[in-house]
């Protein structure tokens, strides 16, 4: 026997098993008898945090300035709660601005964008933040995020390039 079960909003829920058998030489004799089984199941619902960050272009001029979208996603079955998110602007970039789900505030290259409450099973919160490329390099962008259920914060990355300087000949 196969039992698959989908619990939606329950936390938890009885499953009673009866099993009925018989057995006699032949079946005007035969008596029927059963076993149950009782079990509680707990269902476990959890946040499933995911976050991404993806610059435009990939590639900037020094001078010019680059969008970075950072994307957390719940693809759990549980609200996430009490979601803060902080992103490193790099050594080579200059916070320009930036917006989305919530407000953000600059703090000499740390960005605290405000506290998301609660975001649901299924749900996306979208932020944008725009630098300006200062100095040629390689250069990475860091988003870092917490929230109630995670026990450490999650990072992720996105590399950008930075190239030139006043024109194309380097000087």
Same mark, same amino acid.
């Given at each position: 026997?196969?039992?698959?079960?989908? *619990?939606?909003?329950?936390?938890?829920?009885?499953?009673?098993?009866?099993? $009925?058998?018989?057995?006699? =030489?032949?079946?005007?004799?035969?008596?029927? /008898?059963?076993?149950? $089984?009782?079990?509680?199941?707990?269902?476990?619902?959890?946040?499933?945090?995911?976050?991404?960050?993806?610059?435009? =272009?990939?590639?900037?001029?020094?001078?010019?300035?680059?969008?970075?979208?950072?994307?957390?996603?719940?693809?759990?079955?549980? =609200?996430?709660?009490?979601?803060?998110?902080?992103?490193?602007?790099?050594?080579?970039?200059?916070? &320009?601005?930036?917006?989305?789900?919530?407000?953000?505030?600059?703090?000499?290259?740390?960005?605290?964008?405000?506290?998301?409450?609660?975001?649901?099973?299924?749900?996306?919160?979208?932020? /944008?933040?725009?630098?300006?490329?200062?100095? *040629?390099? *390689? &250069?990475?962008?860091?988003?870092?995020?917490?929230?109630?259920?995670?026990?450490?914060?999650?990072?992720?990355?996105? =590399?950008?390039?930075?190239?030139?300087?006043?024109?194309?000949?380097?000087?």
């Amino acid at each position: 026997m196969n039992l698959s079960l989908r *619990a939606a909003d329950a936390e938890e829920f009885q499953l009673t098993a009866i099993a $009925a058998y018989g057995c006699a =030489p032949n079946k005007e004799d035969q008596e029927q /008898r059963y076993a149950r $089984a009782s079990s509680t199941i707990q269902v476990a619902q959890i946040p499933g945090l995911l976050i991404g960050v993806i610059d435009d =272009p990939d590639v900037v001029r020094v001078g010019e300035q680059v969008e970075y979208t950072i994307t957390v996603r719940n693809e759990g079955n549980a =609200p996430a709660k009490n979601l803060k998110l902080t992103a490193k602007i790099p050594s080579g970039l200059s916070f &320009v601005e930036a917006s989305g789900e919530t407000d953000a505030e600059d703090q000499d290259g740390q960005v605290r964008f405000d506290r998301v409450d609660e975001l649901k099973p299924g749900g996306e919160a979208v932020w /944008r933040l725009v630098a300006k490329a200062e100095k *040629a390099g *390689a &250069v990475r962008l860091q988003a870092n995020l917490e929230s109630q259920s995670l026990k450490k914060p999650v990072k992720s990355e996105e =590399p950008t390039r930075l190239f030139g300087g006043q024109d194309d000949s380097g000087q």
